[in-house]
C-alpha cells in the first residue's frame, strides 16, 4: 500500500509555507458533500476549480490531504510548463497517424496560454513567465536521431513546427551555452512556482464558501453505500459524498488496488543552486533540458533572483530499482544521484566557471507513472461514481489543467461539448453519432479529441521515457492483461482505462466501437512481435496482416509464459567447513550452478521413495588439494625455535603493547590459549595446525622488532645509524615461520589469513613497496576465498567469529589501501565489492572500535580523493578549477567529521598526552591531508619569489584560493605528524618511537618530504627546526631495513640540496658583469699559480664551474660522494655561493638543486601548472 512518509525533505519551492498549508476549513469533517476529492496537488485542485465555476449544479467540496496542501509531487517539480512538441510525438503518429498526434501536441500547447490567461486574469503571483526552452544534445548517436525527428516532424507539415528552432554544427555551443553541445532546439514554453500557483487558487476556491479543505487528514478506505453513494474513511473519522475523484496520483493504488501494477510510485530528484551572497549570478533566460554526451538527462529553469532550479539525472538511479521504482518515500534523497548536481552549472554551461554556484538545497518527490506512459482521466473502470486524474508521468503541467476541465464536465454528467480546434469539431462528430462502421481516419481524430479533454496520453519526454522502460517488466505485462480481462481498461494502442465509463453513457454503438478497439489492440501486439514497420494502422490491415502470419513461423515464437521468464535469483554462498575454514563462491560461478544442479537432483531423489533407500553417492563440497602439502618435517623445524616460555610472553606481552594499535590481527584471549597449548600440551601437529604456528612465529619476530623499546635507557639518538642484534632473532623467528606459507595457504582457513596479515606487518617497517604489497594482497585474496568480504546472514557464524572476521577483514583492508595508495601501487579490488558489517562497538569493554571505525573511515576517504587526484592528469584543462574546487570541498568534508571526534584525537600537540592508538589515528589523518596537498606544492609553472616572506601560505590576507587551502592544509598536516611523533618519543609519559611502526615512519618520512618541498618552493628556512628535528627521528627508525636507510639518505640529499639553496639566496646579486669577471680571475690564480696550460688545471676549472669532465679525466667522477650522486657535480659551485664567491655558475645553471629536487617530488601535468598559475 502506498503511504506518505510524514516528514519529506524541506524542499526550495515550500520553505516559507503559505498560510493555507496546514489549513483545515473546520475543526470537525463535514457530514456529506456532494464531491470529495483525494488529494490537493494541482489535478485536485485544478478540478475543484472547474467544478466550482462551471458547475453550479455542485454545492460541496471537500478536498483530503494526507499532508500539507500542495506537499506532494506539484509542490517539489522543477518548475516546468513545458509543451512536449516532439519527444513523444513520433510514437503518436506511429500509433494514431499524423493528424492525431499534431492535435496532443496543440492539446499541450494549448496549456502554456491558457495558464498565463488564467494567471493575469486572476493576478496570482507564482513567478509565471513566458520564455524559450531550449533542448541540447551532447551525444552523436542522440543528436543524430534528433535531427531525422526534426525532419519528420517538419515533412508532415505541422504548424507548430514554424515556433522550432533546430540548430546542429559548430556554432551550437554559442547558440545554447552548454558546453559540448552538437545540437540544440528551442521554442515557446513558461516557468512557474507551482506550490504559490495552488495554493494561490485554494484560497480563492475557499473564499467561494463551498470548498472545504482538510489537511493531515488522509483517506484510508472509499466504501460504496447501498444508495449509490460513498463512505470515505480518515483517521479522524468518515464523511459521505456522491461522487469521489481521486487525484493522489502515485498514491492512487492505496484506495483503488486494481491500479497496483498500472500507476507506479517513481521517485525523482530535484535541487535549487545558488551562487555565494555578494556574487551575482550570469545571466540564464531559458529553460532547458540537457543531454550529457552520457545521456544523463536534467531540467533546468533559471529563476529572477539568479539561482537554479535543476533536476533529473534518472540515468544514474535507474540501476538500482529499489532507491526510486514503487518507493514513496520523499523523506530521503536517491543515493545513486545525490552528489551528481555538485558543480553541475559550472561544468554544464559557458560562463560559470568561476561562480561560485552550490547546491543550497536538494529534494526528492514522488510522481506516478503509468504503465504504458499514459494517463488516466475519467471514470474508474466498474466503480461508478468514482473518477480518477492520475498517472501523469513526471509531465503533468502541460496536461492536466484542461483535462481537470473536461473531467469536471463528466463528473455532472455532461456531454463534453467541442472546445478545442476546429478538427476536434469533426473529431466530436464522429464521436456522437460513430459506427463500427468508421474509418481509421475519424478513429484517429476521436482519439486526438479524448486527449484534448484528458482521456488519452500525453507526450512523454525521454525523462519519462527513462522511468517508463524500466517499469515495463514481464510480471507488470501479466498483470496488465489479467486486469484487462477483468475489466481494467489497458490500453496497448492510444486508450486509457477511464475511457470506458464515458463509452457507457454513449450507448451499444458505443461499446461496439470500444470491443473493436479491443481486438484491433491484440492484433497489434501479435505484430509488434514480430517487429514489422510501416505498418498501416487500421483494423482491416492489422487483421490481414496478424492472419497472415505463417503457422509454422508462429510455432517458433518463444512463448512470454511467466515460467520461461522466470529466473532463479543467483546469490553468493559463504558454507562454513570446518572449525575456522569457509567456503566461499560469488554469484554466477560454476560452483553455484553445480550446487543448483545437486539440489534439484536431491529434491526430485528424495520424491521417489525407492531412490530414497539408496545412499546417494557422497561428494566433497570442498575438495583441497591436499597432495600439495608439505612434509611434517617443515612443522617439526618451525617448532624447534620456540623460545622458551618466559622469553615468548615477554615478544608477546610486547606485540599487544606496542605493535597492536587500532589494528586487528589476532583475538588476545585466543592467541593465549593456543600459545599455551603449544607448551603444556604438546602433541604431534598436522598441516591444518601450519596457520596457527605461524601466526605464533610470526607475533614473536614482530615483538622482537619492538623489543628495545623496553630498555631501561633507550638508545640514544644519533645521525647514525643503530644496530639493533634482536632482529637476527626476529629473522629467524619471520622464516621459520614463512616456510610454512604453502600449507597456510592450502589451508585457508581464517587463521590463513590472520598469518598473512601479519606477514605484512612484519615486512611493513622492511619493505613497505615490496614485500609488504605482496603479503597484503595475500591477505586479501585469501579473506575474499573465505568470504570475508561479503555480508553473512543467517546462523552460519557465531557473533565472535562473526566481529572477528569483520575486524580482521577491515584491518587488512585498510592496510591494503594505504600501502597501494601511498606507494602507487594498482587497489587490489573495488570498493564495490565489499558490502560485509563493519566493526561492532561493543562498549567500555571495548577500547578500540572507536577508533578502528575512525581509520576505516578515513581510509574511504582516502580512496574518495585517491579517484579525484587521479583526474588531474586526464581532465581537461578547462575543468582543471572545477576539479581543484571540488577537492577543496572534500577536504573541507573531511576536517568537519574530524571536528565530531573527540578532543584528545582532534589536538595535535606535544603537550597533549596520547597513547600509541591515538597517536596512530591522528598520524593516519595527517598522512590523508598531506596526501591531498602534495601535486600543489611544486610547479614549474609557478615558481614562488624567492624573496616572499618566509610564511606558510595561511598567513595570507586575501581569501585562499583552492589550491593555496590545499597546500595549506598539507604543512600543516606535515608539521602535526612531525609534532606527533615528536611527542611519541620525547615524552616524559609517552609510548616511545617505535622504528617499526609503518605508520609512524610513513608520517615523518611523508611530513619531511613536504616540508623540503615547500620550502624549496619559498625558499625559506620557516621550518629549519621541524626538518631538524625530523631527521633525527627518521634517522632513528632507519634501522629496520635496507629500504628505509636508503630512503633516508636520500631525504639527507635533499635536505643538504634545500641548504645549498639558501646559500645561493643568501648572496645575493653582483655589482656587475666585469666584477664577476674579476672574481673568477682571483679564484683562477689562487687555484692554477698561472699554470693555464695542464689539461688537470683546465679538467678541475670547468669541473667547478658545472660541467662534466668525465672525457678529460674518468677517475674524477669516481671520487665523488656516492650518497650525493648527481648533486656531486655541483660542490665546487656551492662552495664557491658558501664563502662569498659569487655566482660562479654559468646563468643558465643558477640553481640545479631546484630542477632535480622538482623533478622528484612534483607530480607534474604542465596543462595543471600553467591553469594554476593565478588564483582560481
Known amino acids: 500500500m502506498s503511504t506518505f512518509p510524514p516528514n519529506p525533505l524541506a524542499c526550495f519551492w515550500q520553505n516559507n509555507p503559505h498560510k493555507l498549508h496546514d489549513h483545515r476549513s473546520t475543526e470537525d469533517l463535514p457530514t456529506h458533500s456532494d464531491v470529495v476529492i483525494i488529494g490537493a496537488g494541482y489535478a485536485g485542485v485544478s478540478t475543484a476549480w472547474h467544478l466550482l465555476h462551471n458547475h453550479p449544479n455542485i454545492n460541496s467540496i471537500t478536498i483530503l490531504e494526507a499532508r500539507g496542501a500542495c506537499s506532494g509531487a506539484t509542490g517539489r517539480n522543477g518548475g516546468h510548463l513545458r509543451p512536449d512538441l516532439y519527444g513523444h510525438i513520433p510514437t503518436y503518429i506511429d500509433r494514431a497517424g499524423p493528424e492525431a498526434a499534431a492535435e ?216 538500482h530499482r529499489e532507491q526510486w521504482y514503487n518507493n514513496t518515500d520523499d523523506s530521503v534523497l536517491i543515493d545513486a544521484a545525490k552528489d551528481f548536481y555538485d558543480g553541475y552549472m559550472q561544468r554544464t554551461f559557458r560562463g560559470w566557471e568561476e561562480s561560485g554556484a552550490r547546491v543550497d538545497q536538494i529534494w526528492s518527490g514522488v510522481m506516478g507513472y503509468s504503465y504504458d506512459s499514459n494517463p488516466h482521466v475519467g471514470a474508474v473502470p466498474e466503480n461508478d461514481g468514482q473518477f480518477i486524474l492520475a498517472g501523469l508521468n513526471g509531465h503533468g503541467m502541460p496536461v492536466v ?33 460513430r459506427t463500427p462502421t468508421q474509418t481509421p481516419q475519424s478513429n484517429r481524430r476521436e482519439k486526438a479529441y479524448s486527449q484534448s479533454v484528458g482521456l488519452l496520453p500525453e507526450s512523454t519526454t525521454k525523462k519519462q521515457a527513462d522511468h517508463t522502460a524500466a517499469i515495463n517488466a514481464a510480471d507488470g505485462k501479466k498483470n496488465a492483461r489479467e486486469e484487462s480481462r477483468a475489466g481494467s481498461v489497458r490500453t496497448l494502442a492510444v486508450l486509457v482505462a477511464c475511457a470506458l465509463k464515458w463509452y457507457s453513457t454513449n450507448g451499444d454503438s458505443a461499446r461496439d466501437a470500444f470491443l473493436e478497439l479491443q481486438e484491433r489492440a491484440m492484433y497489434m501486439e501479435r505484430i509488434l512481435k514480430h517487429a514489422f514497420k510501416g505498418i498501416a494502422l487500421d483494423t482491416k490491415s492489422l487483421k490481414q496482416m496478424a492472419l497472415s502470419i505463417d503457422e509454422t513461423d508462429k510455432e517458433t515464437q518463444p512463448e512470454t509464459d511467466e515460467a520461461d521468464l522466470a529466473m532463479e ?58 597432495q600439495l602439502r608439505s612434509s611434517s618435517r617443515t612443522l617439526a623445524a618451525a617448532i624447534s625455535c620456540i623460545p622458551p616460555r618466559h622469553i615468548a610472553e615477554f615478544l608477546v606481552s610486547i606485540f599487544f603493547k606496542h605493535a597492536v594499535t587500532h589494528y586487528f590481527y589476532v583475538d588476545r584471549p585466543w592467541f593465549l590459549s593456543r600459545l599455551t597449548a603449544l607448551y603444556t600440551n604438546p602433541k604431534p601437529l598436522t598441516s591444518k595446525d601450519a596457520p596457527v604456528l605461524s601466526i605464533i612465529l610470526t607475533v614473536f619476530a614482530i615483538g622482537t622488532q619492538y623489543a628495545y623499546l623496553e630498555a631501561k635507557s633507550s638508545p640514544a639518538s644519533s645521525s647514525q645509524t643503530q644496530n639493533f642484534s634482536e632482529d637476527e632473532l626476529g629473522t629467524m623467528f619471520y622464516q621459520e615461520a614463512i616456510r610454512l606459507l604453502p600449507e597456510v595457504i592450502e589451508v585457508s582457513s581464517l587463521e590463513s589469513v590472520q598469518a598473512c596479515l601479519l606477514f605484512a606487518a612484519y615486512a611493513l617497517p622492511i619493505d613497505a613497496a615490496g614485500l609488504g604489497y605482496v603479503y597484503i594482497n595475500l591477505t586479501i585474496r585469501l579473506a575474499m576465498q573465505n568470504g570475508m568480504h561479503r555480508r553473512c546472514v543467517g546462523e552460519a557464524f557465531s557473533a565472535a567469529m562473526m566481529e572477528t572476521r569483520n575486524r580482521v577483514w577491515w584491518t587488512a583492508y585498510a592496510m591494503e589501501r594505504k600501502i597501494s595508495i601511498f606507494h602507487g601501487r594498482p587497489l587490489g579490488m573495488l570498493r564495490s565489492d565489499v558490502d560485509t558489517q563493519l566493526p561492532v562497538d561493543l562498549g567500555e569493554q571495548d577500547s578500540t572500535a572507536p577508533y578502528m571505525l575512525a581509520s576505516i573511515h578515513l581510509t574511504h576517504h582516502l580512496e574518495d580523493f585517491y579517484k579525484e587526484i587521479s583526474l588531474l592528469r586526464t581532465t581537461p584543462k578547462q575543468d582543471l578549477p572545477l576539479l581543484l574546487s571540488r577537492l577543496a570541498d572534500r577536504k573541507n568534508d573531511l576536517q568537519k567529521w574530524w571536528s565530531t571526534l573527540p578532543l584528545i584525537i582532534q589536538k595535535n600537540d606535544a603537550q597533549t598526552p596520547v597513547d600509541r592508538s591515538t597517536a596512530h589515528l591522528k598520524l593516519e589523518h595527517c598522512l590523508l591531508r598531506m596526501f591531498i596537498g602534495r601535486p600543489f606544492l611544486l610547479s614549474r609553472g609557478s615558481p614562488s619569489n624567492p624573496t616572499s616572506p618566509a610564511t606558510p601560505p595561511a598567513s595570507t590576507a586575501q581569501k585562499p584560493t ?91 640529499v635533499l635536505e643538504r640540496a634545500l641548504v645549498r639553496l639558501r646559500s645561493f639566496d643568501e648572496v645575493g646579486k653582483v655589482a656587475s658583469d666585469y666584477e664577476e669577471f674579476k672574481q673568477w680571475e682571483s679564484m683562477w690564480k689562487r687555484q692554477n699559480d698561472g699554470d693555464c696550460n695542464s689539461v688537470e688545471t683546465v679538467a678541475r676549472s670547468i669541473q667547478e664551474q658545472g660541467w662534466t669532465t668525465t672525457e678529460m679525466d674518468p677517475s674524477g667522477i669516481a671520487e665523488s660522494n656516492a650518497n650525493l650522486g648527481s648533486l656531486r657535480l655541483f660542490d665546487g659551485a656551492a662552495e664557491w655561493a658558501l664563502f662569498g664567491g659569487g655566482s660562479a655558475l654559468p646563468r643558465e645553471l643558477q640553481h640545479p638543486e631546484t630542477q632535480m629536487l622538482g623533478d622528484f617530488l612534483s607530480l607534474h601535468d604542465p596543462r595543471f601548472d600553467a591553469d594554476l598559475s593565478h588564483p582560481l
Open 401 to 433: 489543467w484542461l483535462s481537470a476541465e473536461g473531467l469536471a464536465r463528466m463528473v455532472d454528467n455532461e456531454r463534453i461539448p467541442v472546445t478545442f480546434t476546429s478538427r476536434l469539431q469533426t473529431a466530436v462528430k464522429h464521436r456522437s453519432t
Open 962 to 1052: 583552492p589550491r593555496q587551502e590545499l597546500v595549506t592544509c598539507c604543512i600543516t598536516a606535515a608539521t602535526d605528524a612531525i609534532s606527533i611523533c615528536s611527542s611519541l618519543r620525547d615524552s616524559d609519559s609517552g609510548p616511545g618511537l617505535a622504528r617499526a611502526s609503518y605508520i609512524e615512519y610513513s608520517s615523518c618520512r611523508a611530513a619531511l618530504l613536504v616540508l623540503i618541498a615547500y620550502s624549496i618552493q619559498d625558499r625559506s628556512d620557516h621550518f629549519r627546526k621541524a626538518l631538524r628535528v625530523g631527521l633525527d627521528m627518521i634517522r632513528e627508525m632507519a634501522a629496520s631495513g635496507e629500504s628505509a636507510r636508503s630512503e633516508v639518505e636520500l631525504i639527507e
Open 569 to 626: 535469483e543467483e546469490e553468493c554462498t559463504i558454507d562454513p567447513v570446518e572449525d575456522t575454514v569457509t567456503h566461499f563462491s560469488g554469484e554466477f560461478s560454476y560452483w553455484n550452478f553445480s550446487m543448483r544442479i545437486k539440489r534439484q537432483i536431491e529434491d526430485r531423489m528424495a520424491a521417489s521413495a525407492a531412490l530414497s533407500q539408496t545412499p546417494p553417492n557422497q561428494i566433497s563440497n570442498y575438495p583441497r588439494a591436499k
Open 104 to 319: 496532443i501536441a496543440e492539446f499541450e500547447i494549448a496549456h502554456v496560454q491558457a495558464i498565463k490567461k488564467l494567471v493575469e486574469s486572476e493576478q496570482i503571483d507564482c513567478d509565471f513567465r513566458l520564455t524559450r526552452t531550449i533542448d541540447v544534445w551532447c551525444n552523436e548517436t542522440a543528436v543524430e536521431g534528433a535531427r531525422k525527428v526534426y525532419e519528420r516532424m517538419k515533412g508532415h507539415g505541422f504548424a507548430y513546427m514554424d515556433d522550432v528552432d533546430f540548430h546542429t554544427g559548430k556554432n551550437v555551443e554559442g547558440i545554447c551555452g552548454v558546453k559540448g553541445a552538437l545540437a540544440c532546439a528551442s521554442y515557446t514554453a513558461a516557468t512557474i512556482w507551482p506550490y504559490k500557483f495552488i495554493t494561490h487558487l485554494l484560497a480563492k476556491l475557499l473564499a467561494s464558501g463551498k470548498v472545504n479543505l482538510q489537511t493531515h487528514t488522509p483517506a484510508t478506505a472509499v466504501t460504496p453505500s447501498a444508495d449509490g453513494k460513498f463512505t470515505i474513511d480518515t483517521p479522524r473519522g468518515t464523511l459521505h459524498a456522491d461522487k469521489v475523484i481521486h487525484t493522489s496520483n502515485a498514491y492512487v493504488s492505496s484506495l483503488l488496488p486494481q491500479y497496483k501494477h498500472n500507476i507506479i510510485p517513481c521517485k525523482g530528484i530535484c535541487c535549487r543552486i545558488a551562487v555565494p551572497e555578494g556574487q551575482t549570478a550570469p545571466l540564464l533566460t531559458n529553460s532547458y533540458i540537457e543531454r550529457t554526451k552520457d545521456n544523463v538527462l536534467s531540467y533546468l529553469i533559471p529563476r529572477a533572483d539568479g539561482s537554479i532550479i535543476v533536476g533529473g539525472a534518472s540515468a544514474l538511479f535507474k540501476p
